[in-house]
């Protein structure tokens, strides 16, 4: 199974704050990359696909850049709807695969 | 509009069987490329993928959970089905079905049931 490991585990930042939360691959998965977004009690929402693709309706203050074994999630201006816990994703292969998750605090 | 629900037991006892059912509306799995997947979360912890299941009848499963694990459709109902036997409390989690994109991507996720395994 392909590992992913993200870093930092917990992150604490202001509004309009920039931040990037990275996500590491245990092997290539080209640009196979997802990231998600998740509040407490709720569903996990897509944010960026295939690396560096905004999901349609997410704000464009998200951003994914990566390929290979390294990837990025950046938020370019922190907002209060932001502070919530980030998920990576690979979909090179099956079994599919999650990081462990960053949990984005105030 | 797509829209995907969870349902089944909220309780389920050690070495039982759970069963769960994604009833899903606004696509249907007779569609070429139409994919459904089960994620579970337990409390606090992070997601784990399950299980897979395709529009051809392909299935998928993770690699630790495969013995325990089956996946089905009845397209007529626009329902997948998962099936995990020898429920186990470290088995206690929220259960979710996504559809799953042909890039393997989760674009809609169901609310998720939390199934709590407990004698």
């Known amino acids: 199974d392909i590992q992913m490991t993200q870093s930092p585990s917990s992150l604490s930042a202001s509004v309009g704050d920039r931040v990037t939360i990275t996500c590491r691959a245990s092997?290539?998965?080209?640009?196979?990359l997802n990231w998600y977004q998740q509040k407490p009690g709720k569903a996990p929402k897509l944010l960026m696909y295939v690396a560096s693709s905004l999901q349609s309706g997410v704000p464009s203050r998200f951003s994914g850049s990566g390929s290979g074994t390294d990837f990025t999630l950046t938020i370019s201006s922190l907002q209060p709807e932001d502070f919530a816990t980030y998920y990576c994703?690979?979909?090179?292969?099956?079994?599919?695969?999650f990081g462990q998750g960053t949990k984005l605090e105030i | 509009q797509v829209t995907l629900k969870e349902s089944g037991p909220a309780l389920v006892k050690p070495t039982q069987t759970l069963t769960l059912t994604c009833t899903f509306s606004g696509v249907s799995l007779s569609t070429s490329g139409m994919r459904v997947s089960w994620i579970r979360q337990p409390p606090g912890k992070a997601l784990e993928w399950l299980a897979r299941?395709?529009?051809?009848?392909?299935?998928f499963y993770s690699t630790s959970l495969r013995t325990r694990l089956t996946i089905s459709k009845d397209t007529s109902k626009n329902q997948v089905v998962l099936t995990m036997t020898d429920m186990d409390p470290v088995d206690t989690a929220t259960y979710y079905c996504?559809?799953?994109?042909?890039?393997?991507?989760?674009?809609?996720w169901g609310q998720g049931t939390l199934v709590t395994v407990s004698s």
């Open positions: 994703q690979q979909s090179y292969s099956t079994p599919f695969t």
């Open positions: 996504a559809r799953n994109q042909p890039l393997g991507y989760f674009d809609y």
């Open positions: 299941i395709d529009w051809d009848d392909d299935k």
């Open positions: 092997q290539s998965i080209s640009t196979h």
